[in-house]
């Protein structure tokens, strides 16, 4: 099933309660494909897609109304076969980022790239860390942008300049810092 980002419900109170009054999020040229139907039953998600796709965009000084993504909410066993062939690892993970190859001359949006989240391994990990299976998944989402924006964690400065991004950007949405007390809060 693939969503227009640009149409859909509003994310739930219990998402958005406590995020700052702001201008109507921003326009964003990307599909959702929800392969895995357990992704509808983490209620408000989908929704809230748009909102942190756009804001993660512009947190990474790029326009959401120039770049576009997909986003693929997948099962482990999906995830698992897109990690063993595209990075050799034979195991599920809870999110991979597929940056596109640059296209000159490319007329409309900028596609940046795809991010795949897998539920069963978003949703115990959600479990383990005591946190929302919303919040996680949407930190997720969060980091997946960033990579294909650019941003990663290979170094010490790196991931705190990612972290640091991801902290704010959650904090927009009234999402709690996922690295606050816990250390099992990883991203690939």
């Given at each position: 099933m693939?969503?227009?980002?640009t149409?859909?419900?509003?994310?739930?109170?219990?998402?958005?309660?406590?995020?700052?009054?702001?201008?109507?999020?921003?326009?964003l040229?990307?599909?959702v494909?929800?392969e895995d139907?357990?992704?509808?039953?983490?209620e408000?998600?989908?929704?809230?897609?748009?909102?942190?796709?756009g804001?993660?965009?512009?947190?990474?000084?790029l326009?959401?109304?120039t770049?576009?993504l997909?986003?693929a909410?997948?099962?482990?066993?999906e995830?698992?076969?897109l990690?063993?062939?595209?990075?050799?690892?034979?195991a599920?993970?809870n999110?991979l980022s597929?940056?596109?190859a640059p296209?000159?001359n490319q007329?409309?949006?900028?596609?940046l790239?795809d991010v795949a989240?897998?539920?069963?391994?978003v949703a115990?990990?959600?479990?383990?860390l005591?946190?929302?299976v919303?919040?996680?998944?949407a930190h997720?989402?969060v980091?997946?942008?960033?990579?294909?924006?650019g941003?990663?964690h290979?170094?010490?400065?790196?991931?705190?300049?990612?972290?640091?991004?991801e902290r704010?950007?959650?904090g927009k949405?009234g999402?709690?810092?996922?690295?606050?007390?816990?250390?099992?809060?990883?991203?690939h």
């Open positions: 693939t969503h227009d980002l149409k859909g419900d509003q994310p739930p109170a219990s998402v958005t309660e406590g995020a700052a009054e702001s201008e109507p999020p921003p326009r040229c990307a599909d494909l929800i139907e357990r992704w509808q039953s983490v408000g998600f989908s929704a809230l897609i748009p909102s942190l796709a804001n993660t965009l512009l947190a990474a000084g326009s959401p109304d770049h576009a997909s986003i909410l997948l099962s482990d066993a995830v698992h076969a990690n063993k062939a595209f990075r050799g690892k034979d599920a993970t999110v597929f940056p596109s296209v000159r007329p409309g949006p900028v596609f790239g989240l897998a539920y069963e391994t115990s990990e959600a479990a383990d005591g946190k929302p919303v919040h996680h998944a997720l989402v980091h997946g942008i960033l990579h294909l924006a941003f990663d290979g170094t010490g400065d790196e991931a705190e300049r990612m972290e640091n991004a704010l950007i959650l949405f999402i709690p810092d996922p690295y606050a007390g816990d250390s099992l809060e990883t991203a």
